[in-house]
T-cell receptor, first 113, second 117 residues
């Protein structure tokens, strides 16, 4: 079945450091890939997405490229801020017509000033 | 815009009690779902619905019931609460494949924190 694996957290960085959070997936067909972010005490909200191979999703300085050859969708940001501290979830939507998303286990990012 | 509204935000139950978590959305989304979030486990799908009158099981459906009598509402029922159901529950909705506005994005409520003693 479809699955998503994220790197273990927590990740602790200093402000302005470079961020990478690894995400790999297993899926049949042509899934869509997402990154969601959860700020403390809130629900999840969409950060970025990519719907086909080689697509790059971007938002708020974050980027991720859909790599079918390595089944990966790693999240990157060139210079993190304290306000980026949150839990980040990689997710996959299969090629079926339902809206079901399968989530990774989440990676906690803490950015220190 | 209200978006996805969940109630209650916090609830404490005793083992064996029953309760219903409410979820309502005002975006005309055909797809609605319930997830539970546990430390180190990410989000796991409990039940989902692709439209009024249609529901199906997700990854962890045992101990939970759902129904979908209207497009707007998708309540989650715990029939006999157990300590293993202590968790944070999220309702989420989206347009379905056949809806013109579909972008694949899932919209989440703020969560309901449930403790079962």
């Amino acid at each position: 079945g479809n699955s998503v694996t994220q790197m273990e957290g927590p990740v602790t960085l200093s402000e302005e450091a470079f961020l990478t959070i690894n995400c790999t997936y297993t899926a049949t067909g042509y899934p869509s890939l997402f990154w969601y972010v959860q700020y403390p005490g809130e629900g999840l909200q969409l950060l970025l997405k990519a719907t086909k191979a080689d697509d790059k999703g971007s938002n708020k300085g974050f980027e991720a490229t859909y790599r079918k050859e390595t089944t990966s969708f790693h999240l990157e940001k060139g210079s993190v801020q304290v306000s980026d501290s949150a839990v980040y979830f990689c997710a996959l939507k299969g090629s079926s017509n339902t809206g079901k998303l399968i989530f990774g286990q989440g990676t906690t990012l803490q950015v220190k000033p | 815009n209200a978006g996805v509204t969940q109630t209650p935000k916090f609830q404490v139950l005793k083992t064996g009690q029953s309760m219903t978590l409410q979820c309502a959305q005002d975006m005309n989304h055909e797809y609605m779902s319930w997830y539970r979030q546990d430390p180190g486990m990410g989000l796991r799908l409990i039940h989902y619905s692709v439209g009024a009158g249609i529901t199906d099981q997700g990854e962890v459906p045992n101990g939970y019931n759902v129904s979908r009598s209207t497009t707007e509402d998708f309540p989650l029922r715990l029939l006999s609460a157990a300590p293993s159901q202590t968790s944070v529950y999220f309702c989420a909705s989206s347009y379905s494949y056949g809806q013109v506005m579909n972008t694949g994005e899932l919209f989440f409520g703020e969560g309901s924190r449930l403790t079962v003693l």
